[in-house]
């Protein structure tokens, strides 16, 4: 029976030494790393938002819009009367940057125009709030349509909005998604 338990005894410590042996210290993975490099975005303005010359209206309030689509303002409601000749021109910008990559265009809601302690607030209007650039990556891209983007805007006015030259300034920013 000694002779068995030594037996036993031995195999038990042989499987154990031996499992022993098997044993990793340590161990490594392949791993990749990678980027993608595109091209800056740039916005360039072309043209400011200017509703040219207009006459208020005689009574009550008129709505004076100039839409992404056209330089030319419209009286959209009331009497008030568009001048004309001088600048009247929606806000035009390029936009380039790294071919079919999404871009998004932030523009304020209202932006508020000023002569002195006067205010006029005109509600703002982008053409778009996102947009993807032509071509493909590798390659310069443009705004979609004509290539340039236009913000338009509009206003209302009574009979006793005060007279002169208002102003004011938004910015307008462009970013990729």
Known sequence: ?????????????????????????????STTSSVRIIQPIALTKVNNLAFGTVVRPASGSSTITISTSSDTPTVDS???????????????????GEGAQTVAITVP????????????????????????????????GNFSGDGTLYVGGSFSLSNTTVSGNYSGTFSTTVAYN
């Open 1 to 29: 029976m000694k002779t068995i338990a030594k037996l036993l005894s031995a195999i038990v410590l042989t499987t154990s030494v031996g499992g022993t042996a098997f044993a990793q210290a340590s161990d490594s993975e």
């Open 78 to 96: 009331g009497t008030a009367v568009l001048v004309a000749g001088g600048t009247r021109t929606r806000a035009s910008y390029t936009v380039t």
């Open 109 to 140: 809601a209202t932006v508020v125009m000023t002569d002195g302690s006067n205010n006029i607030t005109v509600t703002l209007t982008p053409e778009s709030t996102t947009d993807t650039l032509s071509g493909t990556l590798g390659t310069t």
